[in-house]
Each structure stands twice: as structure tokens, then as C-alpha cells.
């Protein structure tokens, strides 16, 4: 992967930011998506944010050597904390995060997403969790896409100020499955939810092997329900 040939999974977050869009890309490591889409006249101006200082050191550097240090700054920062209020950003890309991490940075300076028109948002782990803060917070999701690459399933939730009940009927199932992905249900979802079923499990089996206490019948009854759900979808 490079500044000119993207993976799968970055190609498909770039495919969702509008012409002309201001982008923040926190989380950036290498800038290679910033890069990409200055280089290819999708967006005028990227910020590159990094909290780790070597991934930081290789996006200023993937920056130089692109001679694009004009239309992207690179900057070191804890999240949301590299935007400034002159920045006028338009969308922000977190993408290759947990789930949890990326709620946790988008909750930490809620303000600076005032002015912000569109989220994509890629995580590799728990995407239920995204999307319900994303319910929460009054940001509706308006699109999804499940892909596969090299093995591994990636979902790439996209969200805009608005009405966030619009996209769900059955809130506990569709935070889980995702609304549009239910309703695409694209050649991986199968694949996917399979997966995923087989290490429920194996999972809920060790728990009926454990002591029995409140918080052990608490995990078991939560991933029964999750079993539950996806086994009704797959059938």
C-alpha cells in the first residue's frame, strides 16, 4: 500500500467523502489516505492527526516526499485535540481503531464536531458500540458497506447530522447486525456472522463451565441474545 494504490478497506472509506470536503484523518499513521485523496483532486486540504510520535515522524515524512506539506498538515495530538476552531472541518475519517477507542474520541471533545458534516467511521472491532453512540448523539447513520480483505471483515459506518432513529426498526439487533447491512446483505455478511457465531460459541461454552455468579449470568445471557439475533438472520 502506497499514496497511489490504497488498500480495500482505506479505498472504501476514501469512496465515501464528498468532492471538496475538508478532511481530518485521525489516527493517520502514515498519511496514506490523506495522500491519496489530495493526490487524486478528491479533497483541497487534509489534516493528519497521530498521538504515537513514530507514526507521526512517517506521515510528515510520507507528506514531504508527496510535496504536498501545502494541502496537509500533519500533526501530533491525542484525537480530536489536533482540530483548531479555523480549521473548518468538514469530515472526519477515524479508521483501523476498536470500536470503544473511536467512541472514546469522538466523546472526548464533542464540541469540535459542531461544524463537521459527515463522519466515517472504520472499526475493526465492535462496531455495535459506534453505532449507538452514534444513536445517542444525535448523528445519523446514513450508510454502511461490509468488506472482506486478506481474510478479515471490515465495517465502514458513515453518519451526518440528523435524525438518528431513521435508519432502524429493531434498535438492539440492527446496533449489532447494522441497518443497511442487514437490508444489503452483501456476499460477507453470511461469511462473516458465521465467523462470528462459532466463537460465541466456543465462548459461551466456557461460561457454563464457570462458577456461577451474577456477572458470569449476565455475559451468558447477553451472547445468548446475540446468538439468538444473528441465528434468526442467517437461517
Known sequence: ????KLSKRLETVVSFIKPNMKIADIGSDH????????????????????VVEGPYQS?????EAANLTDKISVRKGNGLEVLQSTDQVDCIVIAGMGGAL???????EKQKLASVSRLILQPNIAAEKVRKWLYEQNWQLVDERLIEEEGKYYEILVAEPGNPTLPYTNLSKEFLLGPYLLKKRNIHFKKKWQDELRIWEKVLQELNKAEKNEETEAKKAALIQKIKMVKEELI
Open 1 to 4: 500500500m502506497n499514496i497511489e
Open 31 to 50: 498519511a496514506y489516505l490523506p495522500c491519496y485523496a489530495v493526490k487524486k483532486g478528491i479533497v483541497p486540504y487534509a489534516i493528519a492527526g497521530e
Open 59 to 63: 506521515a510528515l515524512k510520507q507528506v
Open 102 to 108: 473511536i467512541t472514546e474520541i469522538l466523546g472526548a
